[in-house]
């Protein structure tokens, strides 16, 4: 399995040995590849920011690869990650998972099944970011609306007809029509079912994350 040129894979472990080592597997496939011997230096290169696929091992000499993982996390990074450790457990591979790993494998690994991996790490990531143009974009046409095509957005959304719309706003149906017609060509849909599937991907955040660049191991 070949790797996209543009993918990017960022390696962290304390063996050096096993960072040549995937080093020349990786890039023979294709992959840019950088590799890392400590957690605090990993956290805070700038090549998290455009990395599509890390391979993380859980005993680091400065940290673990689960408080790597969950600094990631924190951070709301859009990386995946592979772990790839010598000590590996099933709990620790169940905790890995559920917090959203690609996969967990075992040293020594097949060169086979790590690229396989990879490959997988490599279109998460970049469905994501895929995901989040589309999110940030969207969210530029909606924050062009005025306060009354917002408002209309909504309720034509909750499934109101203009008439209901303008009872509910206190107007008449002729000026909902109006903002309607502006509210739908601003955001480039034609039908209430574009509509609905646009406000979709616009999903109100969970909240600040902070800015991407700050992976931090200390926790809140």
Partial sequence: MMGDSAGKVLLLDDDE????????????????VTVYQSARAFLASDDLDTADCIILDLGLPDSDGFRVQEAL???GGSQSIVFLTGRGDIPASVRAMKAGAVDFLTKPVEA???????????QRARSRREMETRKASVVKRLDSLTTRETQVMHLVVAGLLNKQIAADLGTVE???????????????????ADLVRLVAVAEPPRGDIGPKSNYDLTGP
């Fill in 17 to 32: 040995f096993v960072l040549r080592s995937l080093r020349r597997l990786l890039s023979a496939s294709g992959y840019y």
């Fill in 73 to 75: 996390a924190a951070a």
């Fill in 112 to 122: 086979d099944t790590l690229l396989a991996a990879v490959g997988v790490a490599h």
């Fill in 174 to 192: 002729k000026t909902i029509k109006v903002h309607r017609g502006r509210m739908m060509a601003k955001l480039g849909v034609r039908t209430v």
